[in-house]
C-alpha cells in the first residue's frame, strides 16, 4: 500500500480545512487507516482512525467533535475533515494504513509522506 496525502495549506485560527490521502493497491480496501501528527520538538500523536470497512472511527480527545475521518473507497481515499481549528493543531499531519487496528495503541503498517498544516491567529 502507497499512501500521498494532500491538503495542508495555511489558515486562519478557528478555520477548517480537509486533507485527503490517496492510497494505491489492490487492498486498500482491507486496511484500516489512520491519520496522525507531529509538531515541532514533540513526539507524533495519534490523530484519528478508521476501520476498513468504515463503520468504526475513533478520534483522539484532542480532536473530537471538531475534526472528522472518513472513507471514500470506490477512491481509494481517506479524508480528514478538520474544523475549528487552533494554533496547537499546527503539525506535519500524516496517514498510514493498518491490516488489524488495534485501539488504543493504533499500530501501523505503512505510511505515507505528511503534509503540513499551520494554524495562525
Known amino acids: 500500500v502507497q499512501l500521498q496525502a494532500s491538503g495542508g495549506g495555511l489558515v486562519q485560527t478557528g478555520g477548517s480545512l480537509r486533507l485527503s490521502c490517496a492510497a494505491s493497491g489492490r487492498t486498500f480496501s482491507s486496511y484500516a487507516m489512520g491519520w496522525f501528527r507531529q509538531a515541532p520538538g514533540k513526539e507524533r500523536e495519534f490523530v484519528a482512525a478508521?476501520?476498513?470497512?468504515?463503520?468504526?472511527?475513533f478520534h483522539a480527545d484532542s480532536v473530537k467533535g471538531r475534526f472528522t475521518i472518513s472513507r471514500d473507497k470506490a477512491k481509494n481515499t481517506v479524508y480528514l475533515q478538520m474544523n475549528s481549528l487552533k494554533s496547537e493543531d499546527t503539525a506535519v499531519y500524516y496517514c498510514a494504513a493498518t491490516s488489524t487496528l488495534v485501539p488504543p495503541d493504533y499500530d501501523m503498517d505503512y505510511w505515507g509522506k505528511g503534509t503540513q498544516v499551520t494554524v495562525s491567529s
Open positions: 478508521i476501520s476498513w470497512k468504515g463503520g468504526s472511527t
